[in-house]
């Protein structure tokens, strides 16, 4: 299991009247497992209710399940009427791969995991879109919806209407459900000192679609102009269907550079809903590139991505509420990562078996790793070692960026350990079940093999900076360093005998030789380099020649 996957689940109800069936439908998200139901937004004149929640691929799943039996009480079609386009009662269901889960994985484990049981168990004709679309035609939602509701009666008898799943026929208390998989949408509106009529001429620029006759210069884009009255400022108002490949800091550079063109001021931008954390650091590393600066916490580049692009002009962007994966609070559930130092190791002295020699080979690498990147910025910034910056932060982001690795697989071990137990309870009585049980227990010992192998990649990627810390660091971090050296060699070596540990159990000859000499190569790796950092500080008489100059 991926301690941070998540998928967004957006499905949209034809009912937005209806106090009770709102509530009813809300309800029964709020008490699925594993689900946070971040938003409800209904709208009276379209008479449609969009719902927006969030969990693992399996908590959506449920969580849609439980949102559907709920709209199955309170709507009956055959009496809606609204303002927009719908074909049935749970109208649109997208799930969204946020974190941790490949669009490709989000189409089998979510839309189509949800479609089978919907369908059979609701008896509910589905049609999959986008992603997870079946044919060519299927792909986008409004061709699908095309009829709307009145003429699925006789669309849903035709061959190439049939549904993916469920009955082809006309339900009349229902209609159909198109459910798929799309990328996150962002939202996203740029600040104007100008007329709505310039902040459109910019969204023509800008928007895939351009104008009439030319084409614009974003991919992935819609937009338009308008003006905020209660703010007095104009925006340019787009939809970026794939943050990917047109990032938020692209439109906003685009749209700043047409508004200069036009002497026209930008005064920010805004961000509306909710937004991946993905988004925000790739504006923060293209600002951190372009500005040749040193940023490497996650905070501070958010910092650094929210001035550069004005996201508090308006109204204050708190990134604890308006970052997905600050808001459902990661790490903050009984992870070991989350806890006290104290917690851990008692965790570890405790009688059972996991947390227990994997769990603490990852926290002793990722220590190995933090006393590394310490020494580092004992260096950096400091203006006795200003000639060896450069050399120093190609130290220190390696060294930080590892730490960050290796933490959560503290857990992933923990969590790796108790999967191939799950599988050792399972019933072994008939053949069948003997093949399921042993399959399942292999699948465990691999998953329990490659979280180790995970720690001992991170921490002999760590040498080379720490090499380089070793040789030029300041010299009143000697024995940090020292002390990090070998507590990197002890986590390979540590991660090594969970790896052997669990090869002993696998049938697979051929993968059990590869890893035994792939694990056997890295370990003789740790002992050596441990070797060489250690004698380059013992070698060292105090700080290196070009710093000792300076002073004297």
Not at 407 to 429: E, G, N
Request: charged share 25%; proline share 4%.
């Amino acid at each position: 299991a991926n301690m941070t996957e998540i998928v967004e689940c957006v499905p949209n109800f034809s009912e937005g009247r209806n106090e009770a069936a709102i509530e009813g439908i809300a309800e029964a998200i709020r008490r699925t497992d594993g689900c946070h139901l971040l938003d409800v937004d209904p709208g009276p004149s379209t008479n449609r209710t969009v719902y927006t929640f969030v969990g693992s691929a399996h908590a959506v799943v449920e969580g849609a399940l439980n949102a559907a039996r709920a709209a199955k009480q309170f709507i009956d079609m055959a009496k809606h009427k609204g303002a927009h386009p719908r074909i049935g009662a749970m109208d649109v269901c997208p799930f969204i791969p946020i974190t941790g889960i490949t669009p490709e994985e989000c189409v089998e484990r979510c839309a189509c995991a949800f479609s089978q049981r919907a369908s059979l168990e609701l008896n509910i004709p589905i049609y999959l879109y986008g992603v997870a679309a079946t044919v060519p035609q299927r792909k986008e939602l409004d061709h699908i919806r095309s009829g709307e509701y009145e003429g699925l009666e006789e669309k849903i008898k035709k061959p190439e209407w049939k549904p993916d799943y469920g009955p082809a026929e006309f339900i009349s208390h229902w209609g159909a459900s198109v459910v798929g998989v799309r990328k996150f949408l962002i939202a996203y509106n740029v600040n104007l000192l100008s007329t709505k009529e310039q902040a459109h001429r910019i969204a023509l620029n800008v928007r895939t679609s351009g104008r009439s006759k030319e084409p614009g210069r974003l991919a992935c884009c819609k937009g338009l102009g308008w003006y905020l009255e209660e703010y007095d400022v104009a925006q340019v108002s787009l939809n970026l269907t794939d943050f990917e490949t047109t990032p938020v800091h692209v439109a906003y550079e685009e749209c700043s550079k047409d508004a200069k063109e036009l002497n026209v001021a930008v005064i920010g931008s805004e961000i509306v809903g909710l937004v991946p954390l993905k988004a925000l650091l790739m504006a923060a590393d293209y600002y951190i590139e372009k500005e040749n600066l040193f940023i490497v916490q996650e905070r501070q580049k958010i910092r650094l991505a929210v001035e550069r692009l004005g996201l508090n002009s308006l109204s204050k962007f708190d990134p604890d509420k308006k970052i997905i994966e600050y808001m459902i609070g990661l790490n903050k559930d009984g992870s070991l990562v989350g806890g006290s130092v104290r917690q851990f190791v008692e965790s570890l002295a405790a009688r059972s078996s996991a947390p227990g020699g994997g769990a603490a080979a990852a926290a002793i690498a990722a220590m190995g790793a933090g006393l590394g990147s310490m020494a580092g910025w004992m260096t950096y910034g400091n203006k006795k070692y200003a000639v060896l910056e450069p050399t120093v932060r190609q130290a220190i982001l390696p060294l930080h960026t590892a730490v960050q690795e290796l933490l959560p697989l503290i857990d992933a071990d923990a969590i790796a350990f108790t999967d191939y137990m799950a599988a050792r309870k399972l019933p072994s009585l008939t053949e069948e079940e003997k093949e399921r049980r042993q399959a399942a227990m292999q699948e465990g010992l691999k998953t329990a093999i490659r979280v180790p192998l995970s720690i001992i990649q991170i921490a002999n990627g760590c040498w080379p900076a720490l090499l380089l810390v070793a040789q030029c660091g300041n010299y009143s971090c000697k024995s940090d360093v020292e002390v990090g050296a070998k507590a990197l060699e002890t986590g390979v070596w540590g991660a090594y005998k969970n790896v052997i540990i669990n090869l002993s159990g696998l049938v697979d000859a051929e993968y059990k030789e590869q890893v035994q000499q792939e694990a056997d190569e890295a370990l003789k790796k740790a002992h050596d380099v441990c070797h060489e950092v250690l004698e380059i500080v013992e070698r060292r008489t105090g700080d290196v020649p070009e710093v000792a100059q300076k002073r004297t």
